[in-house]
């Protein structure tokens, strides 16, 4: 069964400080993997997309990892801000049909 | 301009109703998608078209159904409303992928968040 496992659910953080998500998945056939912001009552907005051969994408203080034998990625936020606070979520792409992680819900304090 | 515009963003209606739920996106995709995300933050995927042909059809009530009167729209209506279907609805659009991915980068609405009482 495909599946998509994130961890933690939830972490708060102070502003300035760095932290990481992970994403374990056992999704198969692989064609990509992305990662998504989703802030409070708004829809997902994409934050990286990888493919097969890409180890890491950075957007601005996000960073993502991808170990395909593992089948492991990280996101990375450095010096999170205020606006970080969000869900993110890891999607997993067989195919036509995206497999989408329960997401972690980030909260920078001030 | 919104690339993805859904409404209403809010509905409140009674179980046994009918609601629909319009998205139109101005990006040129061929691809829409409906997803419904439950109160445990899950995405899954109920519907997606291609140039206004179906071609993911989850497991959905066939109370669901969907509506593409043109690529650069797909509406959801939903017959005889329960309480289980109270979520937040997206629609999503997306061009083909490059190399072996068959779908591009997403672009979601703002959602529609249905209430059932």
């Not at chain 1, 502003?15 to 990481?20: D, L, Q, S, V």
């Not at chain 1, 998504?36 to 960073?63: A, C, H, W």
């Not at chain 1, 869900?87 to 997401?103: D, E, M, N, Q, R």
């Not at chain 2, 109370?63 to 409303?81: E, G, M, T, V, Y």
Request: charge should be positive; hydrophobic fraction near 30%.
């Amino acid at each position: 069964k495909n599946q998509v496992e994130q961890s933690p659910q939830s972490l708060i953080i102070l502003e300035g400080k760095n932290c990481t998500l992970q994403c374990n998945y056992t999704v198969s056939p692989f064609s990509n993997l992305r990662w998504y912001k989703q802030d409070t009552g708004r829809g997902p907005v994409s934050l990286t997309i990888m493919t097969f051969s890409e180890n890491t994408k950075s957007n601005g203080r996000y960073t993502a990892t991808l170990d395909a034998d593992t089948k492991q990625s990280s996101l990375h936020i450095t010096a999170s801000q205020l606006s970080d606070s969000a869900s993110y979520i890891c999607v997993v792409t067989p195919a036509l049909k995206l497999t989408f992680g329960g997401g972690t819900r980030v909260l920078v304090k001030p | 301009d919104t690339a993805v515009s859904q409404t209403p963003k809010y509905l409140v209606t009674q179980m046994g109703n009918d609601k629909s739920i319009k998205c139109e996106q101005n990006l040129g995709h061929d691809t829409m998608y409906w997803y419904k995300q439950d109160s445990k933050k899950f995405l899954k995927i109920m519907f997606s078209y291609n140039n206004k042909e179906l071609i993911i059809n989850e497991t959905v009530p066939n109370r669901f159904s969907p509506k593409s009167p043109d690529k650069a729209h797909l509406n959801l209506h939903i017959n005889s409303l329960e309480l289980g279907d109270s979520a937040v609805y997206f629609c999503a659009s997306s061009q083909p992928g490059q190399g072996n991915s068959n779908t591009g980068e997403l672009f979601f609405g703002e959602g529609s968040r249905l209430t059932v009482l």
